[in-house]
């Protein structure tokens, strides 16, 4: 069965080696009709009920 | 990354929390203190693994006597879950889904989740709180999590279910 990591400091570690955001990609989100506030933000666009 | 809290809506985010008497003692949303809101960040660091600090309280221009909270979140990049994974990372974590019974109709837009050991509650658990770094790896970004003692969770369940 699949399951997944909940160890703090794994998770962490993953947290931290995450890909990073670079310019281009603002740009290619902006482009792509996402507001410049999310394109800069560090989460995904939220879908807010 | 920065944020801060939306001090223009006096807001610090949301605790679960039990309704009144009246509302049959049912769980709902209530709007979360500052040291709650602390709290809770300090909840997901601990639980999720975040790594949110806290940079700076300040006076607030907009409203008095409700300072704004400035941290900082460690970028986390990758797509959303899917509800069935959360709902997967969720009971891997320790944490139970609750009885639609013992929320208040329409209080919430997602369930509420029990971590029994530690009497934790969470929720908001969806989609767009979430971050899917790799196929074991699912990172909250944004939950609504607070201490929850169990005795208002027994308290609930007599009103409700007898």
């Known amino acids: ?49 | 990354m920065y944020k801060t809290n939306l001090p223009e809506k006096r807001r610090y985010g949301y605790v679960v929390d039990q309704g009144s008497d009246a509302n049959g003692l049912l769980l709902c949303l209530r709007e979360a203190l500052p040291s709650e809101y602390l709290l809770r960040l300090g909840l997901q660091n601990v639980l999720f693994g975040d790594a949110i600090t806290l940079q700076a309280i300040a006076s607030n221009t907009y409203i008095k006597d409700y300072p704004l909270v400035v941290t900082a979140q460690p970028y986390a990049g990758g797509e959303m879950p899917l509800l069935d994974e959360i709902a997967m990372l969720m009971r891997d974590a320790g944490f139970d889904e609750l009885p639609p019974e013992l929320l208040m109709p329409a209080a919430f837009r997602s369930p509420v989740w029990y971590h029994t050991k530690h009497e934790i509650a969470a929720t908001d658990a969806t989609p767009g709180n979430f971050t899917k770094l790799s196929n074991d790896v699912i990172v909250p970004i944004d939950l609504i999590i607070n201490p929850l003692p169990k005795r208002i969770l027994d308290e609930t369940s007599l009103r409700s279910f007898r």
């Open chain 1, 1 to 49: 069965m699949h399951r997944f990591q909940t160890n703090p400091k794994k998770l962490l570690e993953a947290r931290l080696k995450s890909p990073k955001p670079s310019l281009q990609d603002a740009r290619k989100r902006a482009q792509a009709g996402i507001t410049a506030q999310t394109a800069l933000s560090p989460y995904p666009p939220k879908q807010r009920a």
